[in-house]
Each structure stands twice: as C-alpha cells, then as structure tokens.
C-alpha cells in the first residue's frame, strides 16, 4: 500500500477540520486518500484530475464497494483536491475540480453483484487484463465538461432494450475511458476522429486483445447512436488489434472426477452442471426451480447469452441430487417467510406485477447465497443467489489441491464438455445448440482440441463414462 507522505497527511487532516468532517468518518476519509493516491501511483494517473477520480471510482465498483464507500471516497478526494494539498513526490499537482465534473459511478438496483471481474473468454466484460488498470489519459488538456446526463441516458438506454447488467456495465465502462481519454470533452464536440485516436492507443499502446478493442468500438457505437442520436460514420485508419488464436483449456475425466470430489456442496452441483450441460457459470447461477423439468429430463435456460433461451438434456445420474437439492431450497423458503423475508430476487421489476411471486417455491433460486440481502429502498430482506466469485474461488482452490497442472476456472468445464461431446463422436451442430452459439464457427474452435467423427444423437457426458 501506497504511504502518504507525514506532510501530505497533516494537512488532509487540517482540511477535514476545515471541512468539519465527523470524527468517526474520519479514519475512513484517510483510507480512501490512501487506496486514492496508492492507485494514482500504481497506474501512473495525475492524482487530483477529473479522469484519474472517475477511473479510481470504477475500480472500487469493481471491486463491490457499496455506493454509499464510492460516495464517502470521491468526497475524501475531492476534499484532498479542493483544499490543494501538494501531491506527494512521483505523482501530478492537484487541479482545482468542479465537484459535478466528477460523477460517481452508482446503482439503484439493490441486488449483490454477480460479476465482480470481467474474463476475457465467451463475451465477458474486458478481456485479459482490465481496462481500468491498463487505461491512461490522453495528453490533451482536460475541458472539465461533465457527462453525467450523457450516461444516465446510456444506462436507461440500455434498459429499454432490455440487455443485461453486464453489457450495461461494460458499455458505461468504455464510455467512462473515451471520457477521460478526451479529458471530458463536450459530447457535443465529440468526432469520429476521436473515436479512432481511442482505438488506435488501445491497440498501440495498451496492446490489448483484438476481442476488447472490439468491444470498445461496440460500445461507443452505441453511444454515439442511442445516446448521442448521431453516427460517427466510417472508422478507417484504426490500427487493428492482432486476432490471436485461442485454444481453450479442457479437462480429462479424471481430471473434472478429481476437481469435483474436493469441492464442497453446493459448489459440486455448480461444476456438474456446467460440465454435465454445457453451461456458462452465469446461466448456471440464474438458474430457477421452474426452469427444471425432471419427468423430461430438460433443462431449460433462460435469458442466456444475448437474450436467448434454450433446452438442454439434463444428465440422468443428477437427477437424485437435483430432487434433493430442491428439498434444501425449500426447506429455506419456508425459513425465510418466517422470518419475513420479500423472498428472492425477480426480474424486470416483476415483483410489482407479482408481488407474492418471490415467495413462491417455483421462483426460487436453484442455488441459493448463504445470506439474506437487505434493500435499503424498501426496508425488505431478499435473497440473492450463490454469487460466481465464491465459484471460481472454490474451483481454483480444488484444481489446486487436485494438483492438476493446468489453468482452471468454471469455464474450463463448459470448454471440456463441447470437447467431450466431440471426442464422443457427436454432431457439432448438435454441440453447437447446447452451447446456444449463434454461429457453428464458434463452436468450431473446439476441432482443435480433440479429434473427431460425427454422430447425430447425444447424451451428456456425465452418462457417457470415462
């Protein structure tokens, strides 16, 4: 951690005197200056500029800091830019900062984050290593424009088209870094030569992956469109990122058997799921109890990738462990309308609809948190389901202990049941639609990890053995 030099500290603490600041805010205050001048030094940002604030905001919601943290933050920081302390050696001079110029990242939706880092792989976030660390500021001077009703816009805009939070959080990510890339220029003023000066320094200078440079295109696009009601027009003379072949990280059975056994419950069930389906660690946790149907032996996921729901064939031998565990939600149902609990988490505001619906049993999560969530705008305790990052901890933990040399994540079962499928002489159309690929050259990355013949009928690799 970054130490703020004993100078620097003594005037913070003269300013939050100055500034009346309550005594027990006050440690909190320190901490925030601290993780503030700590990011600044670490990622070579001007400490005290309206982009490094914004991005330094970003990381914290990144890193599930509540709004009320990201609040309480940008208020220590601005007291520490307002009262123009001297930057401590290695970082930039404090400017003077209109307070409105630097908006603070927040939700309404009191609902736990589901994805607290974005990957690389099957569309996620950003890709590698995160925008927010790899970004720096353009070397145009800063203009102070604030964009807050630009990006209200954006968020709502996003929500009438009914795409995910994901998307929404990734597409206001990107247009908070052409923001500070610009130095908050003027929407007004924005041009297309704008947009290829950020592209291009992504690709020379930042060397990020072909896939986040497209996703930054994609969502300024969007913006430029939706929010701005503008086109930006043809963007040519962009240095391309250079598209690298990927070739995923797949499991042996023996190897999926060794990671599942050192998993406790319900982390097994997850991992089973995804390697047993073909699943994406999100589908996966959204997962209902209506979405099973057991005399069929179907699963159905809903709202997949791209707003896309889709049937896959539920492996036999889950199905016993499958009625158990909807014995244990139930069981929890009942515990938490005793104690008077809203129920669960509903989408699209369906609970105004359908106000006992998330008390009802077919509504509940198939794998529910541990803790009930309390939604300060109502004053009602919901429940929430497991969230990803408690997978992935447990999964690296397993690999670790299985001692399997390889890069393990809940993804690597999704990859190792596409190629468990092939290897079993599957159709690839057939590998194709239980993936809920748009197209069948995605799925055909998987050609590369092992060799194959055709089959048209399939089963889940759960029942095939070894």
Same mark, same amino acid.
Not at 123 to 132: D, F, I, K
Not at 249 to 272: G, N, Q, T
Not at 277 to 302: K, P
């Given at each position: 951690?970054?130490?703020?030099?004993?100078?620097?500290?003594?005037?913070?603490?003269?300013?939050?005197?100055?500034?009346?600041?309550? #005594?027990?805010?006050?440690?909190?205050?320190?901490?925030?200056?601290?993780?503030?001048?700590?990011?600044?030094?670490?990622?070579?940002?001007?400490?005290?500029?309206?982009?490094?604030?914004?991005?330094? #905001?970003?990381?914290?919601?990144?890193?599930?800091?509540?709004?009320?943290?990201?609040?309480?933050?940008?208020?220590?920081?601005?007291?520490?830019?307002?009262?123009?302390?001297?930057?401590?050696?290695?970082?930039?001079?404090?400017?003077?900062?209109?307070?409105?110029?630097?908006?603070?990242?927040?939700?309404?939706?009191?609902?736990?984050?589901?994805?607290?880092?974005?990957?690389?792989?099957?569309?996620?976030?950003?890709?590698?290593?995160?925008?927010?660390?790899?970004?720096?500021?353009?070397?145009?001077?800063?203009?102070?424009?604030?964009?807050?009703?630009?990006?209200?816009?954006?968020?709502?805009?996003?929500?009438?088209?009914?795409?995910?939070?994901?998307?929404?959080?990734?597409?206001?990510?990107?247009?908070?870094?052409?923001?500070?890339?610009?130095?908050?220029?003027?929407?007004?003023?924005?041009?297309?030569?704008?947009?290829?000066?950020?592209?291009?320094?992504?690709?020379?200078?930042?060397?990020?992956?072909?896939?986040?440079?497209?996703?930054?295109?994609?969502?300024?696009?969007?913006?430029?469109?939706?929010?701005?009601?503008?086109?930006?027009?043809?963007?040519?003379?962009?240095?391309?990122?250079?598209?690298?072949?990927?070739?995923?990280?797949?499991?042996?059975?023996?190897?999926?058997?060794?990671?599942?056994?050192?998993?406790?419950?319900?982390?097994?069930?997850?991992?089973?799921?995804?390697?047993?389906?073909?699943?994406?660690?999100?589908?996966?946790?959204?997962?209902?109890?209506?979405?099973?149907?057991?005399?069929?032996?179907?699963?159905?996921?809903?709202?997949?990738?791209?707003?896309?729901?889709?049937?896959?064939?539920?492996?036999?031998?889950?199905?016993?462990?499958?009625?158990?565990?909807?014995?244990?939600?139930?069981?929890?149902?009942?515990?938490?309308?005793?104690?008077?609990?809203?129920?669960?988490?509903?989408?699209?505001?369906?609970?105004?609809?359908?106000?006992?619906?998330?008390?009802?049993?077919?509504?509940?999560?198939?794998?529910?948190?541990?803790?009930?969530?309390?939604?300060?705008?109502?004053?009602?305790?919901?429940?929430?389901?497991?969230?990803?990052?408690?997978?992935?901890?447990?999964?690296?933990?397993?690999?670790?202990?299985?001692?399997?040399?390889?890069?393990?994540?809940?993804?690597?079962?999704?990859?190792?049941?596409?190629?468990?499928?092939?290897?079993?002489?599957?159709?690839?159309?057939?590998?194709?639609?239980?993936?809920?690929?748009?197209?069948?050259?995605?799925?055909?990355?998987?050609?590369?990890?092992?060799?194959?013949?055709?089959?048209?009928?399939?089963?889940?690799?759960?029942?095939?053995?070894?």
């Amino acid at each position: 951690m970054y130490r703020v030099p004993d100078e620097t500290m003594r005037r913070f603490v003269a300013s939050m005197d100055g500034a009346r600041i309550a #005594i027990r805010e006050r440690g909190h205050y320190q901490k925030w200056l601290r993780y503030y001048l700590d990011f600044c030094d670490k990622y070579h940002k001007p400490a005290g500029e309206e982009g490094s604030l914004a991005l330094f #905001i970003d990381k914290l919601a990144s890193k599930n800091q509540s709004e009320t943290q990201r609040q309480q933050a940008a208020r220590a920081v601005r007291l520490y830019v307002k009262r123009s302390i001297p930057a401590p050696a290695g970082t930039s001079k404090p400017l003077a900062v209109r307070e409105k110029s630097m908006p603070v990242a927040s939700s309404k939706v009191a609902v736990p984050p589901s994805a607290p880092k974005p990957s690389r792989r099957d569309g996620q976030a950003l890709g590698g290593r995160s925008a927010t660390e790899d970004f720096r500021s353009a070397s145009s001077p800063a203009t102070g424009a604030s964009w807050e009703k630009e990006l209200d816009a954006l968020k709502n805009t996003i929500r009438m088209r009914n795409y995910s939070p994901r998307t929404s959080q990734t597409y206001h990510l990107w247009t908070r870094k052409f923001q500070t890339y610009t130095r908050s220029k003027p929407p007004g003023q924005l041009t297309t030569e704008d947009v290829k000066a950020f592209l291009t320094d992504l690709a020379v200078r930042q060397n990020v992956a072909a896939s986040t440079q497209n996703q930054a295109f994609n969502a300024l696009l969007f913006f430029f469109r939706h929010v701005l009601g503008r086109e930006f027009g043809k963007v040519e003379g962009v240095v391309r990122a250079k598209r690298r072949r990927y070739i995923p990280v797949v499991l042996s059975r023996e190897e999926v058997d060794s990671v599942v056994a050192r998993l406790a419950h319900p982390y097994d069930l997850v991992v089973l799921l995804l390697y047993g389906c073909g699943l994406r660690i999100s589908e996966a946790l959204d997962l209902r109890i209506q979405c099973f149907n057991l005399d069929e032996g179907i699963l159905t996921v809903h709202d997949g990738k791209g707003q896309k729901d889709r049937t896959v064939p539920l492996p036999k031998m889950l199905l016993p462990r499958i009625r158990a565990q909807f014995q244990r939600v139930d069981a929890l149902r009942r515990e938490d309308l005793a104690q008077g609990s809203a129920g669960v988490f509903l989408p699209r505001q369906l609970d105004k609809k359908y106000p006992n619906a998330g008390r009802e049993f077919v509504w509940q999560w198939f794998f529910p948190a541990k803790q009930l969530s309390f939604v300060k705008s109502t004053g009602e305790n919901r429940r929430y389901h497991v969230l990803d990052s408690e997978v992935q901890k447990a999964v690296k933990a397993a690999a670790d202990a299985a001692g399997i040399p390889k890069r393990v994540s809940p993804h690597t079962f999704r990859h190792t049941f596409a190629s468990h499928l092939l290897q079993a002489n599957v159709d690839i159309r057939t590998i194709q639609e239980r993936l809920g690929h748009s197209d069948v050259k995605t799925t055909m990355i998987y050609t590369h990890t092992v060799p194959s013949r055709t089959l048209k009928d399939a089963g889940s690799p759960l029942d095939m053995g070894s």
